[in-house]
């Protein structure tokens, strides 16, 4: 489910270099999900 909600990817913009990082949480932060 969570491959549908995202975007098959980030943006093309001339001239702007894009990334990303997913970082899951830590287990003292109370937060998570089912995926």
Not at 11 to 28: H, I, M
Request: glycine letters at 12%; zero cysteines.
């Amino acid at each position: 489910m969570r491959e549908n909600l995202l975007p098959p990817g980030l943006p093309l913009l001339p001239e702007t270099v894009l990334t990303s990082r997913y970082l899951p949480a830590t287990e003292g932060a109370s937060v998570g999900g089912d995926w």
